[in-house]
């Protein structure tokens, strides 16, 4: 299994960005697939994730703002991101997850994206 994320960039606070996940080798709308992040000097966190029947969680630093859905034809994942803060700034992960249940723990993920860059300028 393959990921591989895009759409990161640079946006001012309070703006919108929509960032993918594209998997190849495994059909994304069979497994649980999720969001993570990792700000400069922070640990890695946890974003958000999608089980295989489409039902979202989310973090409480997010929640009300990022919403993750998934395109099962294109096997495409995507986190869209909106009302930005410059704490979002991190390089965020898409990761898929073996079973049907998600985990906001990044252990449990099998397969990782290589990342994409968030910038929130204020």
């Known amino acids: 299994v393959q990921l591989q994320a895009s759409g990161g960039g640079l946006v001012q606070a309070g703006g919108s960005l929509r960032v993918s996940c594209v998997a190849s080798?495994?059909?994304?709308?069979?497994?649980?697939t999720g969001w993570f992040r990792r700000a400069p000097g922070k640990e890695r966190e946890f974003v958000g994730s999608?089980?295989?029947?489409?039902?979202?969680f989310y973090s409480d630093s997010v929640k009300g703002r990022f919403t993750i859905s998934r395109d099962g034809a294109k096997n495409t994942m995507h986190l869209q991101m909106n009302s930005l803060k410059p704490e979002d700034t991190a390089v965020y992960y898409c990761?898929?997850?073996?079973?049907?249940?998600?985990?906001?723990?990044?252990?449990?993920?099998?397969?990782w994206g290589q990342g994409t860059l968030v910038t929130v300028s204020s």
């Open positions: 990761a898929l997850k073996g079973g049907y249940n998600t985990s906001p723990d990044a252990q449990d993920y099998d397969y």
């Open positions: 080798g495994q059909a994304f709308n069979t497994y649980a």
């Open positions: 999608i089980a295989w029947n489409d039902v979202t």
